[in-house]
């Protein structure tokens, strides 16, 4: 079978038992040093996207996709628009919604909250709060029966639980025959939910709709704006888009990339900062490429000699010394391949294992509200991070081939 001699000769340096075996412990850490960088790197990287997913899904379990609002925040007429919304492609449900900001209080303790007046009818469609009910019913909230429901957080920080009563306050005047004094009006609680997100279960006050509208002195059926929910939730930035361009002048829609837009850029220069920090441990094991290369050229001063009173040109030379590198860091870069895909597949069996066989907790429930290791094996990643192992290999290779091609064969025979 026909071989190039580069590469010939390449494998037959790489099989052959060396004279000096530190040269060959070095090829090994240098292997093992690749393969523990890529190992790494597709796992934590993996373990990152399984938490981003997870979060996007819990907080998309309580925020819409896209959401449509008016500039004047009142509008009264939403119900033909909805019926347009929802004759679009990709819309899976609408529900229409009032927002405020208010301060429960019950007893001595006060708290401030997210008001949200929804419909019992139409909310299932845009959001999961009514699987996620530790007490009570979604549908409890019933129009004119001024009941709520709150976050688990919420009301143990309220002390209250199932058919207390609680005040809302909001941040509007009424005049009385004393002077101004806050907006308030007395609830009930109807349900208890537990989202696993601090923002909704600690802040989240959910109401019937047209109770919202009156506390909010609101006309009788108007709302603030639609929650749109989408089959596709990576789709959302180009329905809002399209979307926009079709309201008629005063309304405007975003989407939930928009909305939460802070949270998951710090999660991406998260991701990024950890890929090039774990990258230098694919790095370092390459500079161990650069020594073991060079120390093998050395070792090899006078074979070199020989290729080249033989004809070997210095670019055949060169080719003769990368291969052996390149051979380091692609064995490397299969074992971390091989060892990072086997981990990150079953990282939600490993963890527990350690935990149970050491007797140890890594993420405490009662910190976290993300207990387990989630992981979310991208192929992409995978690709990316091979391609550039590979890379680096070939690039650590290039400076001691490279002088290995400039040997000159009277020098490297003198001695000999």
């Given amino acids: 079978m026909f071989k190039p001699l580069p590469l010939f000769i390449g494998l037959r340096y790489t099989r052959a038992k060396r004279r000096n075996h530190f040269i060959s412990f070095i090829s090994l850490t240098s292997m093992l040093g690749i393969a523990l ?52 492609p990709h819309v899976t449900g609408i529900a229409p919604f009032i ?40 549908d409890n909230l019933q129009a004119g029966k001024f009941n709520l429901i709150l976050g688990n957080e919420l009301a143990r920080t309220l002390g209250v639980g199932i058919g207390d009563k609680v005040t809302l306050v909001v941040p509007q005047a009424s005049v009385t025959l004393v002077g101004l ?13 537990n989202i696993g997100m601090h923002e909704f279960d600690s802040g989240l006050v959910l109401l019937h709709i047209e ?59 998260e991701k990024t900062v950890m890929f090039v920090i774990l990258t230098l441990i694919v790095a370092v094991a390459a500079f161990n490429i650069v020594s073991t290369l060079v120390m093998v050229v050395t070792d090899k001063q006078a074979d070199i000699a020989i ?19 390149i051979l380091i860091g692609v064995f490397g870069t299969m074992l971390g391949l091989g060892g990072g895909i086997g981990l990150a597949l079953n990282i939600e069996t490993v963890v527990p294992a350690i935990e149970q066989l050491f007797n140890v907790q890594f993420l405490s429930s009662d910190v976290y ?33 490279w002088r290995a091609s400039r040997t000159q064969p009277a020098e490297a025979l003198r001695y000999e």
Wanted: aromatic residues 10%.
């Fill in 37 to 88: 960088g890529v190992t790494a790197l597709i796992t934590v990287l993996s373990v990152m996207n399984g938490f981003e997913k997870e979060l996007q899904h819990r907080m998309l379990g309580m925020s819409a996709h896209v959401v449509v609002n008016t500039l004047n925040n009142h509008w009264n007429d939403w119900q033909k628009l909805a019926e347009q919304f929802a004759k679009k």
């Fill in 307 to 325: 290729l080249r009173t033989l004809g070997a040109t210095p670019r055949t030379v060169m080719m003769i010394f990368m291969v052996q590198g």
């Fill in 369 to 401: 509200y993300i207990s387990d290791l989630p992981s979310d094996l991208r192929w992409m990643d995978v690709n990316k991070i091979a391609s550039l192992s590979l890379l680096i290999s070939l690039l650590a290779t290039i400076y001691p081939a």
């Fill in 211 to 269: 109770d919202a509208a009156k506390l909010l002195r609101m006309p009788p059926g108007s709302i603030n704006g639609l929650n749109i929910k989408l089959d596709d939730m990576f789709i959302a930035k180009q329905f809002s888009s399209k979307l926009q361009n079709e309201l008629p002048f005063g309304y405007y829609s975003y989407d939930w990339t928009y909305r939460h837009k802070n949270f998951f850029e710090a999660i991406k220069m």
């Fill in 99 to 138: 927002q405020g900001q208010a301060m429960v209080t019950h007893n001595k303790n006060v708290e401030g909250t997210f008001l949200q007046g929804i419909s019992p009818q139409y909310e299932p469609q845009v959001s999961k709060v009514k699987d996620k009910m530790m007490a009570g019913e979604l």
């Fill in 181 to 193: 004094l806050p907006r308030m009006k007395r609830f009930t609680i109807g349900g208890i939910f």
